[in-house]
């Protein structure tokens, strides 16, 4: 039996499922009822839970935490010195482009897992070469 | 084909039978029309426990064992609450599977509306602040 290809989980998309005002949630809704293996960077969590506490409160970042603790099929890549030694380098070769350590490390992950499916609204995680799932041919 | 022993379906009134002692609540169907019915000649097996599903009331039978501990309290709590200790159990049960079957994750799908239809496309705004 086939499997499905892994994809790699930006902040955004996590966004664009939990807030129903979205513009994509709607697509999102429907990716993450039936999704393949999937991987994210622990920065992405960070950022995610950092979103919950600045836009709304406590009770809702522990939500955000809840959701990714019953997101079974997540696989969340740690982020340590060789990460930041590696981002690093990253930043600094698209330095014209306002990436955060997140979007870097993401594009590490990709890089590193030949990842070649991103799910983001996000177009800094294309940089690479990852088809975003937002694309009109991934649609 | 799963042959089931008449023995295991006997024709009393769907019941439970409960055994203290091995800490099992066996939920014993009812009776079948007549000798003939082959509702137990193709019954599914699940993990080794036979499902027998029963024709009047759309409830498949199983069965569950506790340990002795948590078959008191189920019987004290459905005593409490006036109901059989399938009915407690069934309720529990309802209370913490997901609805329709559905992943766990999918009940926090849209669990916020912001307002924002560009919300997923402002995140680092929100969590590293605008740039002046």
Redesign the interface.
């Known amino acids: 039996m086939a499997t499905k290809t892994e994809a790699y989980v930006d902040?955004?998309?996590l966004?664009?499922?939990?807030?129903?005002?979205?513009?994509?949630?709607p697509l999102f809704?429907r990716l993450?009822?039936s999704p393949p293996p999937l991987l994210t960077s622990a920065l992405v969590v960070a950022?995610g839970h950092?979103?919950?506490l600045?836009?709304?409160d406590q009770n809702?970042a522990i939500?955000?935490l809840?959701?990714i603790n019953?997101?079974?099929v997540l696989t969340i890549q740690p982020f340590g010195s060789e990460e930041l030694t590696k981002t690093n380098g990253l930043v600094k070769k698209f330095g014209d482009q306002?990436l955060?350590l997140a979007d870097a490390h993401g594009l590490l992950i990709m890089n590193e897992h030949r990842i070649s499916f991103c799910w983001s609204?996000?177009r800094h995680l294309g940089l690479t070469g990852a088809k975003l799932v937002i694309s009109p041919s991934r649609r | 084909m799963i042959d089931i022993p008449r023995s295991t379906a006997p024709n009393i009134p769907h019941r439970e039978i409960e055994n203290a002692a091995a800490g099992e609540i066996a939920f014993q169907p009812n009776p079948t029309p007549s000798d003939d019915d082959c509702e137990y000649n193709n019954l599914p097996l699940a993990s080794g426990r036979v499902i027998i599903p029963s024709g009047s009331d759309n409830m498949l039978r199983t069965q569950i064992s506790l340990d002795e501990q948590d078959y008191k309290l189920v019987k004290k709590e459905a005593a409490a609450l006036g109901v059989s200790v399938a009915e407690y159990v069934r309720r529990a049960l309802q209370s913490t599977l997901p609805p329709s079957g559905?992943?766990?994750?999918?009940?926090?799908?849209?669990?916020?509306?912001?307002?924002?239809?560009?919300?997923?496309?402002s995140?680092?705004e929100?969590?590293?602040g605008n740039k002046d």
């Open positions: 902040t955004s998309a966004i664009a499922f939990l807030d129903r005002s979205d513009s994509y949630h809704r993450f009822s950022e950092g979103w919950f600045r836009r709304y809702r939500q955000f809840n959701f019953d997101l079974s306002s955060t609204t996000d | 559905r992943p766990r994750w999918m009940r926090y799908a849209g669990l916020v509306e912001s307002g924002n239809p560009q919300s997923s496309q995140i680092d929100i969590v590293y």
